[in-house]
């Protein structure tokens, strides 16, 4: 709420006046990433139940194209290991670069390019005033092409935001 302290022109006194002003957007940056993944009960919080969470991975090298959306019990039973592969992640984070965009392109990239064997993408989406993680995306690092796994990445989460979870 904006407080305005106005003095009236024709008067001696002042008139409080409390406009209500609209609440800011929601600010996104790397914190909200270092938060979503502290922890295995953050990384509940940071998923909303109804959306699941998508994982996808795309290694050409080793032919891996796979992708899963976890919704309930499925995603409840994945927090324990997903917490645990993030945190190792997370120790990975000081040594390379990771970016991340804002509320209008929140999303977090860590890309090590070939020292490491991938890079993960964190896909957040704008939900209750703040933000969800709604995909883990883990692609091959180092590729000079990555048309067939953009193209691949594109495909799932398309189809996965286009069900509703569990459907």
Known sequence: MTHVLVRLMAGAGWVFVACASAA?????????????TASEAALGRAIDPARGLIEIDYYE??????HQRRCGEALRARLPALASELAGERAQWAGFELTCGDASAP???FNPGEVLPHGTRYLFVPAGGGFVLEAIVRFEGGALDTTAQDQFIAAQLAADRAAPCGG
């Open 61 to 66: 090298a080793g032919g891996v194209q796979r």
């Open 107 to 109: 999303l977090c990239v």
């Open 24 to 36: 800011p957007p929601p600010r996104f940056g790397r914190a909200v990433l270092d938060d979503a």
